[in-house]
Nanobody, 120 residues
Framework: QVQLVESGGGLVQPGGSLRLSCAAS????????MAWYRQASGKQRELVAS???????DYADSVKGRFTISRDNAKNTVYLQMNSLKPEDTAVYYC??????????????WGQGTQVTVSS
């Protein structure tokens, strides 16, 4: 059984910052790629940023230069540092991780989501 638990969401003013965390726990053998997605009200879920098990990262054009994804493999945790936040960043943010356990082959797991609201 694998769980992804996100934290760090909340209400912030435009121009502010937040740091999201997502910790994976359970019978984990290895974690491959990790990523953050978001889904705004009435819109489809979209990829925000991704990171390989190493240091390779990728970002949506809308967040380049403002968001930074990182991970701590020893803690099975992925982070999303969000700076210069805009109202259009308001969404539920989800983490996703490609995980192999000791009894199952690798597959994607999702967190429950954390709300980020950017408003004055």
């Amino acid at each position: 059984q694998v769980q992804l638990v996100e934290s760090g969401g909340g209400l912030v003013q435009p121009g502010g910052s937040l740091r999201l965390s997502c910790a994976a726990s359970g019978n984990i053998f290895n974690i491959y790629g990790m990523a953050w997605y978001r889904q705004a009200s009435g819109k489809q879920r979209e990829l925000v940023a991704s990171i390989s098990r190493g240091t390779s990262t990728d970002y949506a054009d809308s967040v380049k230069g403002r968001f930074t994804i990182s991970r701590d493999n020893a803690k099975n945790t992925v982070y999303l540092q969000m700076n210069s936040l805009k109202p259009e960043d308001t969404a539920v943010y989800y983490c996703k991780a490609d995980i192999a356990t000791y009894v199952t082959y690798r597959r994607d797991y999702w967190g429950q989501g954390t709300q980020v609201t950017v408003s004055s």
